[in-house]
């Protein structure tokens, strides 16, 4: 696909210097960083001793020595008096003494960096639109002293049954206070901005600096009270009296310390369980980041740029008032271990200026290790996932085969069994709120939608299972399992069910295992998770196993199909190929109009063409330019306004109006056809000559435009008329000769074809005619008349050197000549042959001004580029996007446009259908086991993968899919935690294919990505830790289990049916995570889980529209219900 666009022939940055293009530089350096280095050398001793007075009273000594190889050594003491009153423990008196001493870090003195940028905050209430906050960039002070002071306190303290309370009363003279400030300066890193600066506002610029002398006095107050054996509470109160004493560019209070504090907490304790609940208050404090009378603000518009700060002689900070709460629920498992839940900022309080924290939910848990870890009672109890049910004497037995497991139960008694379950899930993951870009000019995003626009999602699920267990005989057990589901084929294929129904049936389990002695024989569709966790495959395959148990040691053995279970159609991964697709086309292919101007005349139009050339999309511009008559080009135009009418009512009445107004204001400019010869002299006696087409009214005005009705659109006889008339009455200007005799000043705002200066000006009407050259007209200037503040412009002029013999016919100046001019001068606001194209181009480096000038040989009437001009001005469908109006213009007028380009496709990894298997498992002493695990795919089919290379499309084939080898291993603490690891790589080719990367040539500045074929990664590993808590058995009411991991599956490592139970295979294929999760059984046979992921971040790249990128997956939760039965 290949563009022409007249307006960007040659560069609108043409300077070169020392062999580097305009921006080259610039576009190297950009986002680069230059550091420095700087290094400081701490040490410090100190010296503490505990006096004991007598029974009552103690003296706590200390002295420290601080030594920088900056500042020198300084030494500080304190001693500290304990005074027990009356001689109870429960009463005390405290005091200290002392002096303090705190040197300056690297990050105060030296470090220079951006907290964060910038942000356009658009209309803010209480201060207008186009609105940007400002940044925070930090700069350090290399002048900055150390902070010393004198401190003393006298406090008391006291204890009495349930209430313990403390009063203290503290003084604090400080020398070389540090502080940080607003310096009043701003880092501007886009300092070319003026009008539309508040869309990248620059960074307020922080520091440190020293105040010569502060003191802070103070008062603490604390109250703590046990209610009963279950509730306490917590109250607190702090006032401050911080003050600035010597430095008159500060405020008087010191930052960022409040007047007063409160301190509230509630806790409520019960069976190791601990929830509290607390907040903390400050009130009248100066916030640092907030400059007061909104100066964190700036606006920008057509009349400048104004920063609120400015509006103050001094930087005046902002006094806040506002509170903090947090919740934290503990279970202690054991006296070694305990889980945790917190919310950070319950209330979700805002603060931009202080950056603060959005609400944080936390979950964790608490472990110590030591030799008590082995010394906890073997005696059973109710803690953590196992309960205790009647009656009393009742025990719940521990497994004994927590690593091993035979798959035949020795123990069971013959028999049919019924067995089945009912479960009812919900899942939701978040999503990102991005522009819905799916096509662009030249590229698609394919069947990789969904991976592109990344929208959240959430749906209903339910499953249905029944079958048999059979013991025939000793030695044999059968079992047949089916489900009903919404969906086809394995849960662990989709994020979200399509159908909350019953609608597609699967038999997921046929077993008949056969037992002798140490060995079990299996075949059928069998479950066989693969590995100490299962997370890498744990559904089902269809073929044989053999296992061989003893006390210690397992080998499991097998061979099948495991197609039901594996392949993955839903990856979160992308790449690029090369393809022909149809799309909708841009706002300026469908208007045929771009009105951009480059450094070139152009009309502002724009054609799409093939690679040969050949125009294969025409738009409004180009049908107009072939219409064959009037009624032709206003029929493709109200069909084109019909489009904008159903899509953008509300631009329909924008555009209308707009040309309405043109309409009314006038048309132009009309083709006069009267020509005049302009004599301009400089003041060396040196002389230029050039013709000049006559506008309609050459006094006062560069054109006067035909004034019309939207009425008189539908007939074009009657434009014909008013056009006539308005040429009627500039007649009399046409045959006049100006000779002005004085010099007249001709600049840059009057002229392109004549160098600036002081010229005498004459012109003589030559007659009436026709240029037939394809020189552009351009402007002259203008020249003053004998009257008053009256002028006489040239505005479409040629130099005579320009014309060639023949290109300028004079038909004369008589009555016939005349006659015929006005005839096609009547016709040059609808008729191509006769109308004046207008053409424009950017003058300058920045392109910021526009010269206009006008060619005889137009596409398009002056009417109908009204029309484009307007629509374009106008309308802006989807946000004013450039790329194809996929919404607004698919199906619509103007057809589609037939590319050859890039498309982005889903990956794809296959199903593995024939694999054998080999585990072996062996378990050191009670609480250690570990696992090495390995598959191979068997006669796999070849596997054709294509891939972008520039103009075409590689192929990569792959004859063999599976060549996994796993190893891990599983301790457990005690019988109530588990810890697990696992790691194992695919060593095929198809694996490092898919671990590897698009190869994109990009070149800094611009959003050209050109391919370049595909790179092949590493060879893929993947690798889980996980931790288990407890055991939710539906046989035991009460029991629960909690579990946290950390996952990381490289792409082309993982081949779907995974064994997580808590996602499906597009969070592992390629992605890092956590995920915790637990269940609780509240009756018999029932059991409800939760389990909640995040931080899923892609591990490798994906090709999008615009080059690779890094990306992450939303926040996955999933909630469900099981009953069996």
């Known amino acids: 696909m290949a563009y022409y666009n007249p307006s960007l022939y040659g560069t609108a940055f043409p300077l070169t210097l020392n062999g580097k293009k305009f921006m080259e530089e610039y576009n190297k350096r950009n986002n680069t960083v230059e550091v420095g280095q700087a290094e400081l050398k701490k040490q410090y001793f100190f010296l503490q001793d505990t006096w004991q007075v007598n029974d009552r009273t103690i003296l706590s000594p200390i002295v420290r020595l601080d030594h920088s190889d900056l500042f020198g050594s300084e030494v500080t003491f304190n001693i500290g008096l304990t005074h027990n009153v009356g001689g109870k423990t ?35 209430e209480g201060i207008g639109s186009e609105v940007g906050r400002l940044g925070y960039y930090w700069v350090g002070n290399p002048d900055l002293k150390p902070e010393k002071s004198v401190n003393m306190d006298i406090g008391f303290e006291l204890e009495s049954g349930k209430t313990a309370t403390r009063f203290n009363v503290f003084h604090n003279k400080i020398t070389d206070y540090m502080t940080t400030y607003f310096t009043g300066a701003l880092m501007d890193f886009h300092p070319g901005d003026s009008t539309f600066k508040w869309l990248q506002p620059p960074d307020m610029i922080y520091s440190f600096k020293n105040i010569g002398k502060a003191e802070i006095t103070g008062v603490e107050a604390e109250l703590n009270h046990q209610f009963n054996d279950h509730w306490s509470a917590h109250l607190g109160y702090t006032y401050l009296h911080a003050i600035n004493k010597s430095d008159p560019d500060m405020p008087r209070q010191l930052l960022d310390k409040p007047q007063h504090k409160v301190d509230i907490g509630l806790t409520y304790e019960n069976k190791g369980w601990r929830a509290s609940l607390w907040g903390n208050y400050y009130i009248n404090m100066l916030d640092s980041n907030s400059i007061a009378g909104n100066g964190n603000y700036m606006q920008s518009d057509s009349n400048g740029t104004h920063y609120f700060f400015e509006d103050s002689d001094k930087i005046s900070y902002q006094k806040k008032t506002f509170g903090l709460w947090n919740l934290l629920i503990q279970k202690e498992l054991s006296k070694d271990s305990s889980v945790y839940f917190g919310i950070d ?25 030591g030799p008590d870890a082995h010394t906890m009672s073997k005696e059973l109890d109710k803690a953590v996932g196992e309960a205790e049910v009647a009656p009393e004497e009742k025990k719940i037995k521990l497994q004994t085969d927590w690593f091993i497991q035979r798959p035949f139960d020795v123990d069971k008694t013959e028999g049919v069994e019924i067995i089945g379950d009912y479960r009812a899930r919900w899942n939701s993951f978040t999503g990102q709120n991005k522009p819905e870009a799916r096509v662009a000019a030249t590229s698609s995003v394919g069947t990789a939608e969904k991976n592109i626009l990344e929208k959240a999602g959430h749906g209903f699920e339910q499953r249905l299972r029944l079958g048999l267990d059979a013991r025939i005989g000793e030695n044999t057990n059968v079992t047949v399992l089916g489900s009903a589901s919404g969906m086809s084929g394995v849960d662990t294929q989709y994020d979200i069910s399509d159908s909350k129904g019953l609608n597609h049936q699967r038999l997921e389990t046929v077993d008949v295992t056969q037992h002798a002695k140490k060995w079990d024989f299996s075949v059928g569709r069998l479950t066989e998770p693969l590995g100490v966790t299962g997370y890498w495959f744990g559904k089902e395959y269809d073929g044989v196993r053999a296992v061989w148990t003893n006390d210690k040691t397992q080998v499991r053995i097998g061979y099948g199909d495991f197609s039901s279970s594996t392949g993955i159609t839903d990856s979160a991964y992308t790449h690029a190929t090369i393809q022909t697709f149809f799309r909708a086309p841009t706002k300026a292919e469908w208007l045929g109009y771009s009105g951009q101007f480059g450094s070139q005349y152009t009309d502002g139009s724009m054609t799409v063409t093939d690679d040969s050339g050949n125009v294969v999309y025409e738009g409004l511009y180009q049908k107009l330019a072939n219409a064959s008559s009037p009624e032709e080009q206003g029929e493709i135009i109200s069909q084109y306004l019909q489009v904008i009418q159903e899509k953008n009512p509300d631009m329909y009445e924008e555009i209308a109006g707009y040309i309405d107004r043109s309409l009314t204001q006038g048309i132009g400019p009309v083709n006069t056809y009267a020509w005049e010869l302009v004599t301009v002299t400089d003041s060396q006696g040196n002389s230029r000559q050039f013709y000049n087409l006559i506008n309609t009214s050459s006094t006062f005005a560069n054109s006067d435009g035909v004034q019309l009705t939207a009425d008189d659109l539908k007939d074009m006889q009657a434009v014909t008329d008013k056009t006539e008339a308005v040429w009627e009455d500039s007649k009399n200007q046409f045959e006049v000769t100006v000779d002005n005799g004085k010099t007249t000043q001709i600049n840059n705002s009057h002229t392109n074809i004549l160098t600036p200066g002081r010229y ?38 040629i130099a005579v050197e320009d014309v060639q013999d023949g290109e300028l016919i004079i038909w004369g100046k008589d009555d016939t000549a005349a006659e015929k001019a006005k005839e096609m001068a009547g016709q040059s606001l609808w008729n191509p042959d006769n109308a004046l194209q207008r053409l424009d181009r950017n003058t300058g480096i920045d392109g910021a001004a526009v010269e206009t000038g006008y060619s005889t040989h137009s596409k398009i009437g002056v009417l109908a580029r009204t029309f484009i001009t307007s629509i374009n001005t106008g309308w802006n469908p989807e946000n004013g996007s450039s790329l ?13 446009v037939k590319v050859t380009g890039t498309v982005l496709v889903q990956d794809q990894i296959p199903s593995i259908e024939r694999a054998a298997f080999a585990q072996v498992k062996h378990q050191f002493g009670d609480n250690f086991g570990v696992q090495a695990w390995y598959l191979r795919s068997l006669n796999d089919d070849t596997h054709s993968i294509a891939y972008a290379n520039g103009d075409h499309n590689d192929v990569a084939s792959f004859d063999e899919l599976a060549n996994v080898v796993g190893v891990g291993a599983t301790y457990r603490l005690n019988d109530k935690i588990r810890f697990s690891y696992e790691w194992g790589q695919n060593r095929t080719d198809f694996g490092r294919f898919m671990n590897g990367h698009t190869i994109y040539r990009h070149e800094s500045g611009t959003s050209d990505f050109d391919i370049a074929g595909r790179a092949n990664g590493g060879t893929p590993r993947f690798w889980v830790a996980r931790i288990d808590v407890g055991h939710a058995d539906t046989d035991v009411p009460g029991s629960w289990n909690a579990f946290a991991d950390y996952k990381y599956f490289e792409h082309g490592s993982f081949f779907g049916g995974n064994g997580t139970e808590s996602l499906p295979d597009r969070y592992l294929d390629g992605i890092k995570s956590f995920t915790i999760g637990g269940g609780y059984v509240p009756a018999k046979d029932f059991l409800i889980e939760a389990f909640y992921t995040f931080g899923a971040k892609g591990i490798g790249k994906r090709d999008t529209l615009y080059g690779s990128e890094s990306f992450e997956l939303g926040d996955y939760t999933r909630l469900q219900v099981t009953y069996k039965f």
């Open 345 to 369: 900022n319950l209330f979700n309080h805002r603060d931009d200026d202080r950056a603060l924290m959005e609400r944080v939910y936390k979950v964790g848990a608490n472990f110590k290790f």
């Open 90 to 124: 429960s009463r005390r008196f405290k005091a200290n003494i002392g002096t303090g001493y705190t040197a300056p870090g690297l990050g105060e003195l030296y470090y220079n960096w951006e907290m964060y940028g910038g942000t356009p905050a658009g209309t803010v």
């Open 760 to 797: 005498t000006v004459t012109s003589e009407f030559l007659g009436y005619g026709k240029y037939t050259g394809n020189i552009v007209l351009q402007e002259l200037g203008r020249a003053s008349l004998d009257k008053a503040n009256q002028y006489r412009f040239y505005t479409q002029a």
């Open 884 to 896: 194809p109006l996929q919404e607004t213009l698919a199906g619509a007028v103007g057809g589609v």
